[in-house]
Nanobody, 125 residues
Framework: QVQLVESGGGLVQAGGSLRLSCAFS????????MGWFRQAPGKEREFVAA????????YYADSVQGRFIISRENAKNTVYLQMNSLKPEDTAVYYC??????????????????WGQGTQVTVSS
């Protein structure tokens, strides 16, 4: 059974940066594509970014393209989300998710098999 644990959330001022981490365990990490999603109060969970199992291919939502960077270290079983130039509208609970590699890209919640518990990111204006 795959387990995902996010960390790195917090409170930051607009224009600032945060780096989220997601620790993966329970299976072979390099067999899985990884994604980040977020959910703001009263809104649906939405796709943020995804990275291929090898780390060489990434995919971003338009709203974060150019500001966020997804990366992974397979040797550490960890995926990261570097968030720069943060805006108040980036405030949300951020979730990492995984699915076994196959069709690419995947940006819908139902396409992911495993989810972390989430980490809160709050951007003040």
């Amino acid at each position: 059974q795959v387990q995902l644990v996010e960390s790195g959330g917090g409170l930051v001022q607009a224009g600032g940066s945060l780096r989220l981490s997601c620790a993966f365990s329970g299976r072979t990490f390099s067999w899985y594509d990884m994604g980040w999603f977020r959910q703001a109060p009263g809104k649906e969970r939405e796709f943020v970014a995804a990275i291929r199992w090898s780390g060489g291919i990434t995919y971003y939502a338009d709203s974060v393209q150019g500001r966020f960077i997804i990366s992974r270290e397979n040797a550490k079983n960890t995926v990261y989300l570097q968030m720069n130039s943060l805006k108040p509208e980036d405030t949300a609970v951020y979730y990492c998710a995984s699915h076994s590699y196959g069709r690419w890209p995947r940006a819908e919640t139902y396409e992911y098999d495993y989810w972390g518990q989430g980490t809160q990111v709050t951007v003040s204006s």
